[in-house]
């Protein structure tokens, strides 16, 4: 994980004997899991901070898998917040533990099980030496590559030890892999169908017997570890497979999705988007109703995915386009407008995959779907509202021009006073009281629903970037 290592108190025993007469016992990381998990459902506490949209899909899945004690795999599409689920899963650990000080593993003092961390424990009993280990310390995650090799996850002989004078055949001279110095905690391998079989092959001994094997002679160490996984569903079939024997291990495999609802996903850009101007929730109900369709074209390669990465690149795209027109008429504060949204399907382009077939036409899909997400949303904001008065308003002369180079005062100067103005700012929860660029929000998407409902005309003058509402 990532960031600096907190300090552990000073009131924690510093020896065997001291850890001894606290009383402290030791357990195992499945049974902590499981203890803090319960502990926190009865207290009422939210054990996935962040997690947004599985709370009543994934998450209860998930938690029956690690109450029941089992290894698991997480089985979705691309973009779906796996890997971020299995992060939060080091708040399920506890704060502090006690390791062997300078041991090469995290080993239990009261509990060792290397060769020489046992004979530092019988030679020195209760001054045994002990250490504090933060839970961040004790999740490792490695992403599967194909070039990732069984001295990687499990060890290898060490040349430099033998140099030193061991024997090839003294269990001392090992260099541990990731899944050995990951004892007593939690390991995460990435996309594991991406692992070669033959190095998936070397984890089903530690899944299963717990044990790990080094170069022809078998080191038993009674590895406690938590083996979580992730896959997307294609991988079973196409770039690699999850072996048969391997599957077998895991004791559970929890299928996630995106976000189920509109509200849901605007949820997921609000928590995950740095976003560098203000954008309303009306246009972020765009992005996400943007990529919901995306999700259900047959344009675009289902297979590969829509990921909630893309819905939030849109978010940050749209407030760079804000920030920058008001850098370039100096309008503060920044606010994105629906104008804003025509960046997107030039710039995100290429984080999709399309059908074959589709070449040349994918700023064509992506406009036209962007534009039917505008038209859905204004139906939903705006449902029951007469917006006549407007069109009225603009068939007798009030053109309205809008662009990188218009300021949001200019966008309300060109209409006249309107009530249905203000019923439309308040729809979107605006007041008259707001700064322009607000307001200028509010009347710009109106003013798109209404030439989508063919109620009103647009013209675009590309080398000026000039938008212009007419009748």
């Given amino acids: 994980m990532t960031g600096a290592v907190p300090t552990p108190p000073e009131n924690l025993p510093r020896t065997a004997g001291e850890l001894r007469a606290a009383g402290h016992e030791p357990r195992g990381v499945k049974t902590e899991i499981r203890d803090n998990l319960l502990a926190a459902l009865r207290a009422g506490r939210d054990p996935w901070p962040g997690i947004v949209g599985f709370d009543k899909t994934v998450v209860p899945q998930l938690e029956r898998a690690l109450i029941a004690g089992h290894d698991v795999v997480l089985l979705g599409e691309r973009g779906q917040g796996k890997t971020r689920l299995l992060r939060t899963m080091v708040g399920l650990l506890d704060e502090w ?22 004979r530092r424990a019988a030679e020195l009993g209760d001054d045994l030496p002990v250490g504090w280990r933060h839970r961040s310390e004790r999740y490792a995650e490695k992403l599967a590559t194909p070039d990732t090799s069984v001295g990687d996850l499990i060890g290898d002989v060490d040349p430099v030890k033998v140099a030193q004078g061991r024997t090839l055949g003294d269990p001392e001279t090992i ?32 899944m299963e017997e717990r044990d790990i094997q080094v170069r022809g002679y078998t080191l038993r ?19 690699g497979r999850i072996i048969t024997p391997l599957k077998d291990r895991f004791g559970a495999e929890v299928v996630t999705h995106y976000p189920l609802s509109v509200a849901a996903e605007v949820d997921v850009i609000k928590q995950e988007a740095s976003l560098v101007a ?5 246009l972020l109900e765009v992005l996400a109703r943007f990529v919901r369709n995306l999700r259900e074209s047959t344009a675009i390669d289902q297979r590969s995915g829509v990921s909630a990465r893309f819905a939030v690149a849109a978010a940050e795209t749209v407030a760079a386009a804000a920030l920058r027109r008001s850098a370039l008429i100096d309008e503060h504060p920044a606010v994105a407008r629906p104008i804003d949204l025509e960046s997107v399907p030039a710039v995100l382009r290429g984080k999709l995959e399309f059908e074959s077939g589709e070449e040349g036409r994918e700023t064509e899909h992506l406009t036209h779907l962007l534009r039917r997400a505008v ?45 249905v103005l203000h019923e439309v700012a308040s729809r979107l929860n605006v007041s008259p009281k707001d700064n322009p660029g607000r307001i200028a929000a509010a009347i710009e998407l109106a003013l798109e629903s209404l030439y989508l409902r063919r109620k009103l005309a647009k013209d675009s003058d590309s080398n000026d970037g000039t938008t212009v509402y007419g009748p």
């Fill in 175 to 206: 260099h541990f892999g990731l899944v050995p110095r990951a004892h007593r905690g939690i390991v995460a391998i990435n996309e594991l169908p991406d692992l070669a079989e033959r190095i998936q092959v070397a984890l089903l001994n530690v």
């Fill in 375 to 419: 038209a859905e949303t204004a139906k939903d904001r705006f449902a029951g509202l007469d917006l006549r008065p407007l069109v009225d308003a603009v068939v007798d002369g009030h053109l309205v021009a809008t662009g990188e180079r218009v300021p949001g005062g200019e966008v309300l100067a060109a209409l006249p006073e309107l009530p």
């Fill in 221 to 239: 160490l009674p590895l406690d570890v938590l083996l979580v996984a992730t896959s997307n569903p294609e991988d079973y079939t196409n770039r």
């Fill in 97 to 118: 533990t006690p390791v062997i000080e300078g041991a090469e593993l995290g080993e239990h003092p009261l509990d060792p099980i290397t060769p020489e961390s046992r």
């Fill in 278 to 282: 203000e954008v309303g929730d009306e």
